[in-house]
Nanobody
Framework: QVRLVESGGGLVQPGGSLRLSCAAS????????MGWYRQAPGKQRELVAT???????NYAESAKGRFTISRDNAKAEVYLQLNSLSPEDTAAYYC???????????????WGQGTQVTVSS
């Protein structure tokens, strides 16, 4: 069974920084795109950033210039560096990965359990 486990969330003051990590574990043949999404109370889950297995990145407009996504393919991990945080960034952040675990099956999307980021003074 494939699992994604996030870490690194917490409480930070406006203007501060956090680094989120997500580790994939289990029987994994290949990890395609990985990404981060977030969901604030009362709002829909939204894309923050994605990164392909080749390293191509894509950011939501709200993340451009402040957040940086990266991955370590050898460790099956993806990271999100959050800088210049504002209260509007407060949300649960979820890791997503498109993973192939069996040759005879197509790849599937997996989600982590989420890590809370709270930006407040």
């Amino acid at each position: 069974q494939v699992r994604l486990v996030e870490s690194g969330g917490g409480l930070v003051q406006p203007g501060g920084s956090l680094r989120l990590s997500c580790a994939a574990s289990g029987i994994i043949l290949a990890i395609n795109a990985m990404g981060w999404y977030r969901q604030a109370p009362g709002k829909q889950r939204e894309l923050v950033a994605t990164i392909t297995d080749a390293g191509s990145v894509n950011y939501a407009e709200s993340a451009k210039g402040r957040f940086t996504i990266s991955r370590d393919n050898a460790k099956a991990e993806v990271y999100l560096q959050l800088n210049s945080l504002s209260p509007e960034d407060t949300a649960a952040y979820y890791c997503n990965a498109n993973i192939k675990y069996r040759l005879s099956s197509p790849s599937s999307d997996y989600w982590g359990q989420g890590t809370q980021v709270t930006v407040s003074s």
